[in-house]
């Protein structure tokens, strides 16, 4: 958990697919908007 990122320090650069396969860049998403991450566990 030393590597968990703080309240209000900046996420690192990741690239992720998205709801329609095609990956994304952080950046490339930051450059037009607001991103909020949301980290679904799944099944309990």
Known sequence: MANTPKVGE???A?????SAGSKRTL?????????MLV???GLW
Request: net charge negative; charged share 30%; hydrophobic share 45%.
């Open 27 to 35: 950046d490339e998403l930051l450059a037009t908007s607001n991103v």
């Open 14 to 18: 990741f690239e992720l697919p998205d």
């Open 10 to 12: 900046k996420a690192p």
């Open 39 to 41: 980290f679904f566990r």
